[in-house]
C-alpha cells in the first residue's frame, strides 16, 4: 500500500474514530467557545445511537478507487477493534457517513490556494440541518445526523 493511501487510510480511521469516543464527541480539533487559553469544549453528540452507542451507517460507494481498499479496510479494523461504536457499511441512500473523493472543482472552490495542503475534509450535519462550523455549532442543535468525509484524489496532488 503507497504511502498516501496508508495516509488516508488512517486518516479515516482518525476521522472515525472521533465517533467511536462516547456518543458525546469532544476534541481539540473540535469546537471551543471563549479564547485562549480559557478555552470551553462544546460538546456534540452523534444522534443515532444502538445500545447507547453512535450507529454509523459508513458508505464509499463515491471514493476514487485508489481509496476503496483502504476504506474496506478502515471501515472492517474500525468495527473489529472499536466497542464503543456500532459500524454497518451500506448502500449510499441508507448511509450517515459518506467517504467520497472530491473533484479538482470542489477543492479549489472551496479551499482556492489555501487547499494544496489538504488532504481530507470532514463536515459534520446535525439534527436540525446545520454544517457545523466554529462560527455556528452554538445555534446548532449539536446532535450530529450525518457525516461526510472528502477525500483529495492523487491526481489533484
Known sequence: MSHKKKFIAFFMIAVISVFSVSPSLSAHEMYYSGSAPN???IPIKWNNLSNGKPYLKVNG???????????????T??????QKVVIDKVGYGSSNVDVA????TYWSDRFGLSGAGILAITDLKTTDGI????????????KVSSAQTLVITRLLL
Open 39 to 41: 478555552w470551553t469544549a
Open 61 to 75: 460507494d463515491y471514493l476514487n478507487s485508489d481509496y476503496t481498499s483502504a476504506f474496506t479496510t478502515a471501515a
Open 77 to 82: 479494523l474500525w468495527s473489529t477493534y472499536s
Open 101 to 104: 473523493t472530491g473533484t479538482k
Open 131 to 142: 454544517v457545523l462550523t466554529s462560527s455556528n455549532v452554538q445555534q446548532s442543535s449539536k
